[in-house]
């Protein structure tokens, strides 16, 4: 499966991850935009020779990228970025958004605006922003592919961490809008919860042999397969989410229940019907929100159009 004639952009691209993302995609024909910030993990100093030293790399091996130093979480930033894509390749076809950070520890319960903010600001309005500015040549394309970075944390929890989980959650709901728009223009747009050893999660247990075996066995190039097969104009789904990590790949879905149903029902009705609520066998997988609504209006009054 080979990118001859794609034109791709990886934020993030810079370091772990996103790094072996851009290698991939540039080692089977894509041209590359690689796109990082250059910060510390704190944000600070930042240096466009991360993306250079990619960029170096590719073009060594004989391939065609570029290197973006643009701020992914602001509107001048996402549109620096996709006018030097169309500048340098004269397209976009694939775009991925890796840029991110470590979420802010939290004390239980305490929220703080300013690094709530941040965090949705990059990882969620930033990545929307992004979408925006490259859409309309990814329409262009005919077969333009999204592919998103989100985390299990976002979508299961992940304790002390509410600011990174919120973000990362907010990439599930961006993700099953933009699939619905994008179905109609040929877009397919899918996200990865991906599980690799970077800096950012380098010595996260305070246990060292672990923290060892993690940087050996949770490789960043084990995820970057699943990436290129979902910006690949092969690619079959649209709007779902996938976990990757240490070798292996499976689907996150969100599934509903058959439930209860009686009109008029009071609270003592919940209470007494929740096993049936929360009963789990036969569950549906919806494609839209419309379709999660559908169990609602069987047998319902609905009237005539007049």
């Known amino acids: 499966m080979r990118f001859d004639g794609k034109v791709a952009i990886v934020t993030g691209a810079g370091r772990g991850l ?39 790399l590719i073009r060594s091996e004989g391939g065609e ?29 694939i775009l991925v958004c890796n840029a991110g950070t470590i979420g802010y520890g939290t004390t239980a319960g305490v929220i703080e605006p300013e690094p709530f903010e941040s965090q949705l600001r990059l990882m969620v309005s930033g990545v929307g922003l992004l979408v925006g500015a490259a859409w309309p040549y990814l329409v262009r394309s005919g077969e333009g592919r999204i592919v998103l970075m989100s985390s299990a944390g976002g979508v299961f929890g992940i304790g002390a961490n509410p600011y990174y989980g919120a973000a990362k959650g907010g ?44 940087a050996n066995n949770a490789k960043a190039e084990y995820v970057a397969p699943v990436v290129g097969y979902l910006a690949h104009r092969d690619c079959a789904p649209t709007g779902r989410v996938f976990s990757s990590g240490l070798g292996h790949v499976s689907e996150v879905f969100t599934g509903l229940t058959g439930g209860w149903k009686k009109v008029d029902h009071q609270i003592e009705d919940i209470r007494d019907h929740f096993g049936e609520i929360e009963d789990r066998t036969g569950y549906t997988v919806p494609r839209t929100g419309l379709e999660s609504s559908a169990a609602m209006f069987q047998d319902a009054p609905i009237p005539e159009k007049r």
Not at 65 to 78: C, E, F, I, M, P
Not at 193 to 208: K, N, T
């Open 18 to 56: 996103g790094r072996e993302q851009a290698l991939l995609l540039a080692r089977r024909g894509a041209k590359v935009v690689v796109n990082d910030l250059g910060v510390e993990i704190d944000g600070s100093a930042p240096s466009l020779q991360p993306a250079e030293e990619v960029v170096a």
């Open 65 to 93: 990228a570029v290197a973006d130093q643009s701020d992914v979480s602001t509107l001048d930033g996402v549109r620096a970025l996709a006018d030097k894509a169309a500048t340098a390749f004269g397209a976009i076809d």
């Open 171 to 214: 990439v599930i709901g961006l993700l099953r809008c933009l699939a619905i728009d994008g179905a109609e223009v040929g877009i397919k747009i899918n996200a990865v919860c991906p599980l690799g050893h970077s800096r950012l999660f380098d010595g996260f247990s305070e246990d060292a042999h672990f923290n060892a075996w993690f």
